[in-house]
């Protein structure tokens, strides 16, 4: 069988191993003669499997007991209601770091909850894309939180070192490079991640939440939307997403025996250095949209001369066995997602290929 060289942005590539162990175990459970989908969320079997998750997400990003990890459902979007129905009190302002089509949605939704600020001057969809510098920060010192998009996953833009925010807890979307690199957990207020990316399938969304703001959020708003329930009940309030966290501990199983974040942010820096070194090398055929110091090591975009040969450049990869690489649908162009699972050698054949393309044309 040959794999496809995957470069979807979500869900996207999941390592081979998690999957294989998925395959072996889906029937006949750990010898208890059911699957893991068929075993109830209360019971032994699957408790087991929900706490390794979590201890190994505490292993990997080294997460304190400063902060619960969560595991949640509705996608990064219903955080995006989540965060400021919980953590924004009446009379209390927040301040958004918008970078990208991410950012903006997550503002809009806020909006709707109640007061916010744009921390940021100009459109953060303008081209080139780019994260501010703290210099260019207007923050309010009494904010109820400061929220940013670590990694703009559509203009491909990233945060590679995060602006202080003085007593303000930062809360940031990592939907799209959670696990991708060491972080220092203990900065953040909240962080929180839809699984489909980087962590495994659709369907489970990761909060890491420090506990102080889990005790103080509000109360005035339905249970099922406070973190203080999930946290109280281990994530187990009412039935999770049980498939989907089984095969985010296998997927994180994986990562640590191969080394842990420190070696998957090693590999994925030259796996981003192959892409961007084809960019730059030929400025007068591929041209990529995001400044040099913002640029994305997850989710790699760029254009060609027109939109033709982009058409052209999507129809020839998949010849070759690759799949999305076609921009996302707001902004056209080439779009590679080289998440975790993403292989090295998937982007070297990529990366081999923009060479020849451009000889070729
Ligand atoms: C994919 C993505 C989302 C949306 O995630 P859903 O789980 O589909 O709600 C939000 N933010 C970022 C940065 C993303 O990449």
Redesign the pocket.
Known sequence: MARAMNFNA?PAALPLEALERAQRELIDFAGTGMSIIEHSHRGKAYEAVHNEAITLLRELLDIKDTHHVLFLQG???QQFAMIPMNLLKPGQSADYIVTGA?GKKAIQEAKTVGTVRSASAGDPEAKPARVPKQSELDLDANAAYVHL?S???IGGSQWHEFPSTGKAPLVA?M??DILSRPIDVSKFGLIYA?A??NIGP?GV?LVIVRKDLVETGRTDIPKIFRYATHAAENSLYNTPATFAVYLVRNVLDVLKKNGGLAAIDKQNRAKAKALYDAIDARPDFYRCPVEQGARSLMNVVFNLPTPELEAEFVTATQKLGMVGLKGHRSVGGIRASIYNAVLPEWVGALAQFMNDFHKGS
């Open positions: 979500g996608g990064a979007s991410w998009t990694n703009e996953t979307d939907s799209s839809g489909q990316k659709s969304t």
